[in-house]
């Protein structure tokens, strides 16, 4: 059983940054791909990033492209997600996911296991 908890969300200014980090607990981290995906008010949740076990792949939506960057330490057990040029679309709760397997993948039934989410506001 592995565990995600993410933290670092809050409130921002359009415009601003914030690094969202996702400790994850149990089983062996650096073997595990990983991905953020969101869920804004009235929305689905969507995918953000993801990244393979080593780091060495990284994907974005569209929507992030040029403004976030996902990576990963593997030896503190932990994926980070720098948001930066905040909008206030981005506005969503954040949830880090854990992928069975070393890879990438953009599909949410791909992540096996998922953290309770943190929030970001992003004001106008």
Do not use: H
């Amino acid at each position: 059983q592995v565990q995600p908890v993410e933290s670092g969300g809050g409130l921002v200014q359009a415009g601003g940054s914030l690094r969202l980090s996702c400790a994850a607990s149990g089983g062996t981290f650096g073997s595990y791909g990983m991905g953020w995906f969101r869920q804004g008010p009235g929305k689905e949740r969507e995918f953000v990033a993801t990244i393979n076990w080593n780091g060495a792949s990284t994907y974005y939506a569209d929507s992030v492209k040029g403004r976030f960057t996902i990576s990963r330490a593997n030896a503190l057990n932990t994926v980070y997600l720098q948001m930066n040029s905040l909008k206030p679309e981005d506005t969503a709760v954040y949830y880090c996911a854990v992928k069975r397997g070393g890879g990438t993948a953009f599909d949410p039934n791909e992540y096996v296991y998922w953290g309770q989410g943190t929030q970001v506001t992003v004001s106008s």
